[in-house]
């Protein structure tokens, strides 16, 4: 996440693919570990031009997030926004029903997001979801 946000995309690109690939091995494809790096890999494939495999990375973090955590968890909240700029981003011939499924979906993610109690309107999570702004998400493992 680190190196996007300095602008080295591709060293990006590769370390989370290294990342994820390591999570998918040590962990359970749906732990929330490996969900939570396939959110931010989503977002590197987006920035590095690969809108695709950003939708299809992006849809399986957002489905395995609210599986796994439930819809109004803020990572799940996250995956959807996150899903919904992607989608709406689309400029191919689908872009207008993938457009409509955004703004569902991005409807739904503002939603849950001012409506919850742990993140609410003044939340930085709840002002990016509403700014249509992408979210990453840090894995920050339980210190024992």
Request: charged fraction near 30%.
């Amino acid at each position: 996440m680190l190196l996007r946000l300095t602008g080295e995309r591709e060293a990006a690109l590769e370390l989370s693919i290294r990342t994820l690939d390591r999570f998918r091995r040590l962990l359970v494809p749906h732990h929330p570990y490996t969900l939570t790096c396939m959110l931010n890999h989503a977002t590197d494939l987006a920035e590095s031009g690969d809108h695709e495999q950003a939708l299809t990375v992006g849809r399986e973090a957002y489905e395995g997030l609210t599986e796994v955590l439930g819809p109004d968890h803020c990572l799940a909240v996250a995956a959807a926004s996150n899903l919904a700029i992607e989608l709406r981003r689309d400029d191919s011939d689908a872009a207008e029903g993938r457009h409509e499924v955004a703004a569902g979906l991005h409807a739904e993610a503002e939603r849950r997001a001012t409506g919850s109690r742990e993140l609410g309107g003044d939340h930085p999570l709840t002002r990016a979801v509403t700014r249509w702004q992408p979210i990453d998400a840090d894995i920050e493992p339980p210190v024992t």
